[in-house]
T-cell receptor, first 114, second 110 residues
Framework: AQSVTQLDSQVPVFEEAPVELRCNYS??????LFWYVQYPNQGLQLLLK??????LVKGINGFEAEFNKSQTSFHLRKPSVHISDTAEYFC????????????FGIGTKLQVIP | DVKVTQSSRYLVKRTGEKVFLECVQD?????MFWYRQDPGLGLRLIYF???????EKGDIPEGYSVSREKKERFSLILESASTNQTSMYLC?????????FGSGTQLSVL
């Protein structure tokens, strides 16, 4: 069975500072990896995804993540955050191929401090 | 862009009531799903559906059932609501490469 661990439940960071949100996963097969973002009072939307190929994935709003198979990690980074990045971020994993169940982590609340 | 509409943003029900949560998607996707979101627990899959009249249990199906009579509509049913079903319910569609979510229904069971 697959699982996702988000190591930080809350991350406060000052505006224009860099941020890293950590995610580790567990699976016995090939996986797809995702980061979703949830702004207040909204549903989730896809930030970026790794399906195959280059391990460095770029997403919307200046975010990027790096797939590290040996460390089973998929950390999310942004070099300079804005107030508008305040949201909850969910790491997710699914087995590759066809329609497979997507398993989400518990979420990390990013609070950008002006 | 895909639009997923959940019929209610907020819902308050009493213990023992039968509750219907409705979800409609406008993209003719075959797959639809229901998650519940709780603080500290993230999103947990309740049920998903591959096609009309087809359903599969997710990780926490107990206390819930679903109905999919038409491709665009996927309903979550709480046969007898209980206080531990107070939660945010998220419906959506898509393949595992990309999921599209509605804005959620916050259900309170009193």
């Amino acid at each position: 069975a697959q699982s996702v661990t988000q190591l930080d439940s809350q991350v406060p960071v000052f505006e224009e500072a860099p941020v890293e949100l950590r995610c580790n996963y567990s699976s016995s097969v090939s996986v797809y990896l995702f980061w979703y973002v949830q702004y207040p009072n909204q549903g989730l939307q896809l930030l970026l995804k790794y399906l195959s190929g280059s391990t460095l994935v770029k997403g919307i709003n200046g975010f990027e993540a790096e797939f590290n198979k040996s460390q089973t990690s998929f950390h999310l980074r942004k070099p300079s955050v804005h107030i508008s990045d305040t949201a909850e971020y969910f790491c997710a994993v699914s087995e590759s191929g066809g329609y497979q169940k997507v398993t989400f982590g518990i979420g990390t609340k990013l609070q950008v401090i002006p | 862009d895909v639009k997923v509409t959940q019929s209610s943003r907020y819902l308050v029900k009493r213990t023992g009531e039968k509750v219907f949560l409705e979800c409609v998607q406008d993209m003719d996707h075959e797959n639809m799903f229901w998650y519940r979101q709780d603080p500290g627990l993230g999103l947990r899959l309740i049920y998903f559906s591959y096609d009309v009249k087809m359903k599969e249990k997710g990780d926490i199906p107990e206390g819930y059932s679903v109905s999919r009579e038409k491709k665009e509509r996927f309903s979550l049913i709480l046969e007898s609501a209980s206080t531990n079903q107070t939660s945010m319910y998220l419906c959506g569609t898509g393949l595992n490469e990309k999921l599209f979510f509605g804005s959620g229904t916050q259900l309170s069971v009193l």
